[in-house]
T-cell receptor, first 111, second 113 residues
């Protein structure tokens, strides 16, 4: 299996622009998680899905952030409008049976 | 709520030294415990796990034993290599079946030749 795939790997954008991060989970996994990692706050869980349904989005920082999972093999995390404080590495992870497998991450820089 | 506390970093050792990274947890129920490793510029990789008390997880020379009596899951390796330089995260699962992980803050390990 190719593992969890994320795109793009790097994104540089200007404040106010819309940013869309993409994730393809491991085939057959029934949970999908979005995390954000920064030096100041460490690793934060933003939202997770079970069988494509959002279960807990209490970690989403504000309404500028939204996530969707239209099918079992694809999820997006959107930030609109983006702000410099959103600069971070965003990870997607999927799991089956309780062990999470992480993608390589998207490094987002908002200027 | 559930929480994980890790040894403060950074930790710097010489090659072939013995490694211990402490991890203690607070949880209700019977969570599974994990160690993840993050190499520079990469995502987190599962290093080892243990699902019940007294289980020992092991991989790549690393070991950790699930100690319910001391609520600990310390990571050990007998002889570290330069290639072990990374950030190590201890985590526990949400026992409620939600499959969420609660992570410690991470410990940065640097091994000098």
């Amino acid at each position: 299996d190719a593992g969890v795939i994320q795109s793009p790997r790097h994104e540089v954008t200007e404040m106010g622009q819309e940013v869309t991060l993409r994730c393809k989970p491991i085939s057959g996994h029934d949970y999908l998680f979005w995390y954000r990692q920064t030096m100041m706050r460490g690793l934060e869980l933003l939202i997770y899905f079970n069988n494509n349904v959002p279960i807990d989005d209490s970690g989403m920082p504000e309404d500028r952030f939204s996530a969707k999972m239209p099918n079992a093999s694809f999820s997006t995390l959107k930030i609109q409008p983006s702000e410099p404080r959103d600069s971070a590495v965003y990870f997607c992870a999927s799991s089956l049976g309780g062990t999470q497998y992480f993608g390589p991450g998207t490094r987002l820089t908002v200027l | 709520g559930n929480s994980v506390t890790q040894m403060e970093g950074p930790v710097t050792l010489s090659e072939e030294a013995f490694l211990t990274i402490n991890c203690t947890y607070t949880a209700t129920g019977y969570p599974s415990l994990f160690w993840y490793v993050q190499y520079p510029g990469e995502g987190l990789q599962l290093l080892l796990k243990a699902t019940k008390a007294d289980d020992k997880g092991s991989n790549k020379g690393f070991e950790a034993t699930y100690r319910k009596e001391t609520t600990s899951f310390h990571l050990e390796k007998g002889s570290v290599q330069v290639s072990d330089s990374a950030v190590y995260f201890c985590a526990l699962s949400d026992d409620g079946g939600a499959q969420k992980l609660v992570f410690g803050q991470g410990t940065r390990l640097t091994i000098n030749p």
